[in-house]
């Protein structure tokens, strides 16, 4: 790898696939994923910068399959490494591969391209440490002055992808892609812990992320949170900003994926098997949330798109609350032999708002919550469990009235989209996505950004205070 | 199942896959190759050493006032239980910290040359000057007591890369074989998986400490179904979850006979009829596992320094030890049964070192002493931070060795040293002891527990909870956990396990920006709670 660059060039991609194209002759399949990262992080903490960090790694994964799949992973490119790593798999191929079924039907390759988003920022790429740098000298000080203490983190980060895929009959198909990524998140609080506020935001192109604005509203929840108050727990009606709510939206959303009809089915995407063919059916068609929510993914998007890659085209997930379309893994695919292509699952998303300001939505409730941020969801049968977070309000009669003690919630996400109020304007959330996990994941499903709006829902179930302020 | 029979495998000899036998990519073309020829040559290569000499000098040059320096090669072997389908891994990284004007710099890449040690080392500076424009007061260290540096390799029975890797599949593929024979197991839910690394961490520093250690982190999981017309019951042993031990942590001879020790207990188990949880306040028994959890989350990451002063605030929170110069000392937290010691020395810990990640001996902390809070995990810049706090008090200041990082690639942070929970050897009662003492109590026997971000409150869910009656269980308690307070939960131990009871647990630990994992350990009796508000954590509000 030349160490002046920040991540892989094609050239050096290309030798390593070559390589592995040349020394891995066997019956089956084989993979190559060369990927690399580079991020510049700015970490702040006491209205002071505490670390800034400049990090980049490469990882190169090979991946043989003949009756089971075999991998080896390195992050080395050199000619030499690549052979020993092509050595390595043989060996376990040769010695430990396991035994499984392998399918061994035929499909229409995917070839064509869809087409993607502008996701490259030269802006973002080209960033400077000296930069950031400045935007936390100032972000401190307007918490300084109020006697507060912030804390963040804001990160400039690109990527590159490029995967090869040999078939078992000798077709090939390469893929490839990169990415700019910026985020900038920050807590403040007050110096004694008695209140604190969260701002977020995420882009490919860091000059769509305004730090001072995040600053300013981290800074005004903290303020309003001061000194909360405990209220009962129970259920209230509850206007979750878009952060809160893409956590919900974004579990319904994950859960798209279709399954074999022979598979186990199950869950709120099914219809109950029918035992006489000992077949499933999913709610495809059917209306499966507020007829109001609209959830779409395309690649084209200029705020949620991604890179082109093939099979991954616009698509209506749930059309006016109706199940529409679900995620198709290419082995599902190849398994159901219903589609010559496949919707590859991604995490990345819009759920149509309305123009309703939350000034609005607050001045028609007569007692509920307002939720900031949603913390450590975990789920316990069909429902999720977690905390409030950096800022709950009171509504009374259509007024924010007083910062209340964070609760515990517990709530399925099937409740709270069945259960809306009214949708407000939709924008884009904090989604941090940790590009250097992304090779354990499809790349595409990793690089998340969702839309998604504020939402008001009907008795929204807290279940107890917590102490954490 | 494997696709080698065993006197096909022993026939093999020394033709087989094992870590010894495989080049490690990406250094022989740097030249750090074994004379052999077989292996990777360790710290003792003087390229190693000139090679962070160069990074720190690099460094020092542009304006640092001290530089550290990390290189790991990290081995990692997986066994998925899903047709054990293998999966192997080598990387290698370099990450320089270098601290100037009060503010760290931290940079690193993939890349062992000479030419790119120097960009490191320049770039570290460079990001830590980046913020000058801002004057602070500068960031005093610790002193270092031992700055010799020096090697240690954890001992391991069993290195996983020095075995062919066909015998850990085979043994697997035997234990696969014997579970399937064993009363009313259901032979599809059986799953295996195993995992290993071997991780070579290098470290120097400008004060011309060199420091050589070779770590592992090993562990597996087992589980499977027992069933029959009655009812069915899942076994998950226990005692596979990460250590700092070898292939001997799954592949040893005691292992069978506490697997038909848990199979007996769920074929026990399956027979007692299902309540629902009714619910309200109880007397409970947590199994060691739900407290070693317990105290991971609840003491062992709120008495991380940095998350006490509101240094990890933005990502995963701070810790209701929120005033640490006023609850020093001070603060109750619990019983006057509980005391909970911090260390990296012990056989077997995860997080075993002999120096950390600053080039400092670990030492052996007492955090919560008869129920007080007595200690914290702190780094060479606790200095700094509690340099008041000591001043007034006279005393000194001593970093606890408790920094980690899950490879060069990252920057060090504090992690929780391993935990001890000091069991209770006067009574030295069992947990059918235990159990027998309770009229009319629940047994939390696996769970979970999730904590809120300032560790505070928390939910323990309960996997496997039992009714208990005048000292026996009676029924499986469907949907029972547990919200609590953290401090009224440990205040509320009315008894501990003896010692002999005592298991180890390994847990891993998320923390930073960007994010990193690192792993400790806590070692646990088992724990009477007088009173636990127990609830139906599928029921809402």
């Known amino acids: 790898m030349d160490d002046t660059v920040k991540i892989l060039n094609t050239k050096a991609v290309q030798a390593v696939i070559d390589q592995v194209k040349d020394m891995v002759r066997r019956p089956g399949s084989t993979d190559v994923s060369v990927f690399g990262w580079w991020g510049m992080g700015q970490r702040w903490a006491r209205n002071k910068a505490t670390l800034t960090s400049d990090q980049r790694d490469v990882r190169v994964l090979i991946r043989h399959q003949v009756e089971g799949p075999v991998s080896v992973v390195t992050n080395q490119i050199d000619s ?8 390595m798999l043989g060996s376990y191929l040769d010695r430990v591969s396991p035994k499984e079924t392998f399918i061994d039907m035929m499909q229409e390759p995917v070839t064509h391209n869809a087409p993607g988003a502008e996701v490259w920022s030269d802006a973002t790429f080209n960033r400077q440490a000296l930069q950031n740098a400045e935007v936390v000298g100032s972000v401190t000080d307007d918490a300084q002055a109020k006697g507060f203490l912030a804390s963040g983190y804001m990160e400039n980060a690109a990527s590159s992808v490029v995967k090869y895929n040999r078939d078992p009959w000798g077709r090939e198909f390469t893929t490839s892609g990169q990415i700019t990524q910026a985020h900038c998140s ?47 727990p129970g259920r209230y009606q509850t206007i979750l900003e878009p952060q809160a709510s893409s956590f919900f939206f974004s579990d319904i959303v994950a859960g798209l994926q279709r399954s074999s009809p022979e598979g186990s089915g199950g869950g709120q995407l099914y219809l109950e098997t029918d035992m006489a063919v000992n077949r499933h059916r999913s709610k495809l068609g059917l209306r499966i949330v507020d007829e109001r929510i609209t959830i779409s993914h395309d690649p084209t998007d200029p705020v949620v798109g991604t890179h082109a890659e093939p099979g991954f085209e616009a698509v209506n997930l749930i059309e006016n609350g109706v199940l529409k379309n679900m995620w ?26 309305t123009e309703t300001k939350v000034e609005e939505m607050i001045s028609t409730v007569k007692r509920g919550l307002l939720v900031t941020r949603i913390s450590n969801p975990v789920s316990v049968g069909m429902l999720y469990t977690g905390t409030t977070r950096d800022g709950l309000w009171l509504i009374e009669n259509g007024k924010l009235t007083k910062a209340v003690r964070n609760f515990r919630w517990t709530e399925s996400p099937w409740f709270v989209l069945n259960n809306v109020e009214e949708l407000g304007q939709a924008i884009p959330v904090f989604t941090p996505a940790d590009i250097r996990r992304s090779l354990e994941r499809s790349y595409s499903s990793s690089l998340t950004s969702i839309v998604a709006p504020w939402i008001k829902i009907n008795d929204f179930s807290f279940t107890s205070t917590v102490d954490a302020i | ?29 740097l030249g750090f190759v074994h ?72 940079s690193s890449s993939p890349v062992w040359n000479e030419s790119e040690a120097a960009r490191l080392g320049k770039s570290a500076t460079a990001n830590a000057i980046a913020n000058k424009s801002k004057a602070v007061p500068p960031i005093e260290l610790s002193g270092l007591p031992d700055a010799a540096g020096g090697s240690w390799v954890m001992p391991v029975q069993i290195d996983p890369f020095e075995i062919p890797h066909e015998e850990i599949v085979d043994y697997i593929g035997g234990m696969r074989l014997f579970i399937s024979r064993l009363e009313k197991v259901l032979t599809p839910t059986i799953g295996i998986s195993f995992s290993s690394q071997a991780q070579e961490k290098y470290f120097f520093s400008s004060n011309n400490q060199y420091i050589y ?31 700092g031990v070898g292939a001997e942590l799954i592949k040893n001879s005691s292992i ?68 640490p110069e006023e609850m020093l000392g001070t603060l109750s ?59 007034k008090r006279n005393t000194n200041f001593a970093p606890t060795g408790s920094v980690n990082s899950a490879s060069g690639i990252n920057s060090p942070l504090v992690f929780s040293s391993d935990l001890k929970i000091e069991a209770d050897d006067k009574n030295a009662k069992s947990i059918d002891d235990l159990r027998a003492d309770i009229k009319d109590g629940l047994e939390f026997k696996v769970g979970d527990v999730s904590m809120d971000f300032q560790l505070s409150t928390g939910l323990g869910i309960g996997g496997s909870v039992f009714k208990i009656q005048n000292g026996r269980r009676v029924a499986r308690v469907i949907n029972a956990g547990s919200i609590f307070r953290t401090s009224n939960l440990w205040k509320s131990v009315m008894e501990l396990g003896g010692s002999k009871e005592v298991l180890r647990f390994g847990f891993p630990l998320n923390k930073g920006e960007p994010a990193q994992t690192c792993y400790h350990s806590v070692y646990a009796p088992h724990m009477v709670v007088k009173e636990m508000d127990v609830i139906d954590i599928t029921r809402k509000a």
């Open chain 1, 186 to 232: 920050m807590t403040i609080r007050e110096a004694k812990g008695n209140g604190s506020g969260w701002a977020g935001g995420s882009a490919f192109d860091i000059n769509r992320l305004d730090a001072s604005k995040i600053a300013a509203q981290a800074l005004e929840k903290c303020t309003l949170s001061l000194n909360p108050v405990r209220i009962e």
């Open chain 2, 1 to 29: 199942m494997i696709n080698l029979n065993r006197r096909k495998f022993l026939g093999y000899g020394s033709a087989t896959v094992a870590g010894s036998l495989i080049e490690a990519p990406g250094l022989k073309a």
């Open chain 2, 35 to 106: 004379p052999d020829g077989k292996g990777y040559s360790h710290i003792e290569d003087e390229k190693v050493r000139k090679l962070s000499k160069i990074a720190v000098d690099a460094a020092m040059s542009a304006g640092a006032t001290y530089v550290d320096v990390r290189l790991t090669y990290t081995k990692d072997f997986t066994l998925g239980s899903a047709g054990m389908v293998p999966g192997r891994s080598e990387s290698i990284g370099i990450g320089i910290r270098s601290l100037s004007g009060g503010y760290w710099g931290f």
């Open chain 1, 80 to 87: 030499d490494s690549i052979a020993a790593a092509c050595r």
């Open chain 2, 213 to 243: 250690q070779k770590l592992y982190n090993t562990s597996g999981r087992i589980v499977f179904r027992v069933a029959d017309q009655v009812g069915s019951s899942l076994v998950d042993i226990d005692s596979l979850t990460p250590a």
């Open chain 1, 328 to 353: 198709v893994t290419y082995e599902d695919s190849l398994k159901e032999l219903v589609q010559k292509s496949f919707i590859g699952i991604r995490s990345s998303f819009r759920v149509q708002g």
């Open chain 2, 333 to 391: 937290l619990a019983s006057p049964l509980i005391n909970i010691s911090a260390s990296r020395s012990d056989a077997g810990s995860v997080s075993r070192v002999e120096w950390d990640d600053e080039g400092v001996r670990p030492i052996s902390i007492d955090v919560i002493k008869e129920g007080k809070l007595v200690g914290l995990q702190a780094p060479r810049e606790g200095y700094s931070w509690m340099k008041e706090y000591h001043a």
């Open chain 2, 256 to 323: 069978r006979d506490y697997i038909k020790v848990h199979h007996q207990e769920a074929l026990q188990e399956m027979q007692l009829g299902a309540l629902p949880v009714d619910v309200g306040r109880y007397q409970v028994l947590l199994n060691r596992s739900l407290v070693a959890s317990l105290a991971s989350q609840s003491i062992g990451l709120s008495t991380e320094l940095d998350r006490a002063l509101g240094f990890e605030a933005n990502a995963s929170g701070t810790s209701f030890i929120n005033s």
